[in-house]
């Protein structure tokens, strides 16, 4: 068996690629690090928890107990981050903990253990803001506007110092924005859709034109995967989506696809700071490596709303705080198997 470490494995995209790697390689024993945050939810693996290639590790990043769990794994997929930019603009010290020094931990960590591949998950707001026009390379200059993302950029900084000091044998990520199952209901997606099924105000800040490259998580999923195994060290890769949308034209679309009224739109106060457009040029993800996304926006977006009509149970546990419960008889258990 091979061991692989995936940090933020209970959070969105986390938990969709763990479910993605023990699919595709059965000889992959999967080490999950988590602290459990508030995005950080059980329940998006509880059909996982039983399996014998799985295993969960209730950890901050930033304890000393890394060194331990890095230990013996070949691969690291480092995924777990404070991820919101609205609460980095409210608090940007638990980012700056987090995607800094917890990246430097874990990578300290890495190192010292010989891991053989690690793969950065960052992300396409380390580049700022775009025009009407024009699409992020992997060249393009980092420039972000939101803690969330300068703490994103600070990490992949000391990613790369790594590579070029210690010949670290890393690679770094940059994707667009995800949709898709168990994403939390804070990000714009999942909490229109939760906002039009409760026949609740869809908030779009500002005017609405701010134009984001959604992309599939399980199209994220699958480049990641290929990154890993076929990534050159020291090298940034981008990612992403098949189209680009404004997100007043994303909630309309969403309150046509349930059946809404378009008057559930409200406008509200804009984000401080707000990124205009991001898109995002992968052809160099392509060209090494044949990588394309795969799953159109219009029918990944209806698959999505399928998915949270579906899983009410999710969505309401997930809004009302109550995921918060089964972690504790989750660990009792285990704790009790263990004693
Ligand atoms: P998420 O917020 O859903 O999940 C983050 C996970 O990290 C949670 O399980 C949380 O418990 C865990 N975590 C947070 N702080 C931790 C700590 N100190 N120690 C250990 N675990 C901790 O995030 P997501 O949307 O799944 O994003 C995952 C990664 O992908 C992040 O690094 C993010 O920057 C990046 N990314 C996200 C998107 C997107 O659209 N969601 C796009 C590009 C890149
Ligand atoms: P978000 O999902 O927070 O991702 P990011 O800011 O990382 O791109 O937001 C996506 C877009 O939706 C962004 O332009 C901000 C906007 N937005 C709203 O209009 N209303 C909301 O309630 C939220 C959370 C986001």
């Not at 930033?62 to 777990?80: I, K, N, R, T, Y």
């Not at 703490?151 to 790594?162: N, P, W």
């Not at 940034?236 to 098949?242: D, F, M, R």
Request: hydrophobic content about 35%; charged content about 25%; proline content about 4%.
């Amino acid at each position: 068996m091979i061991k692989v470490l995936i940090t933020g494995g209970a959070g969105f995209i986390g938990s969709n690629f763990v479910r993605y790697m023990l699919e595709r390689h059965s000889d992959y024993q999967i080490v999950v690090l988590d602290k459990l945050t508030y995005a950080g939810n059980l329940l998006n693996l509880k059909d996982l928890l039983n399996e014998p290639r799985l295993t969960v590790v209730r950890l901050d990043l930033c304890d000393p107990g890394v060194a331990e769990v890095v230990s013996g794994c070949e691969f690291v997929v480092h995924l777990a981050a404070e991820s919101h930019v609205d609460r980095s603009i409210h608090d940007a010290a638990v980012f700056v903990r987090t995607n800094v020094e917890g990246t430097l931990q874990l990578v300290e960590c890495c190192r010292r253990a010989n891991v053989k591949r690690y793969v950065q998950v960052s992300t396409d707001e380390v580049y700022g803001s775009l025009g009407p026009r024009g699409k992020f390379t992997e060249t393009s200059p980092i420039d972000p506007s939101s803690p969330y993302s300068a703490s994103k950029a600070a990490a992949d900084m000391l990613v790369q110092s790594y590579f070029r000091t210690h010949r670290f044998p890393a690679m770094i990520t940059r994707c667009s924005n995800n949709y898709g199952p168990y994403q939390f209901p804070e990000k714009f997606i999942p909490l229109m859709i939760s906002q039009a099924l409760a026949n609740q105000n869809l908030p779009v800040y500002g005017d609405g034109q701010n134009v984001r490259n959604w992309i599939h998580v399980t199209d994220h999923c699958v480049a990641l995967d290929l990154i890993l195994h076929r990534g050159r060290e020291g090298q940034v890769y981008n990612i992403g989506g098949p189209s680009e949308c404004a997100n007043l034209t994303l909630a309309r679309r969403i309150l046509e696809l349930t059946n809404r009224p378009k008057s559930l739109i409200k406008f509200v106060t804009d984000r401080p700071g707000h990124d205009r457009r991001y898109a995002i040029n992968y052809g160099k993800l392509k060209k090494e490596m044949g990588w394309e996304p795969a799953i159109e926006f219009e029918q990944g977006l209806a698959q999505t709303i399928e998915w949270y009509e579906g899983n009410t149970v999710w969505l309401e546990t997930t809004k009302n705080g109550e995921y918060r419960e089964y972690f504790k008889k989750y660990y009792l258990h285990t704790a009790a198997e263990r004693a």
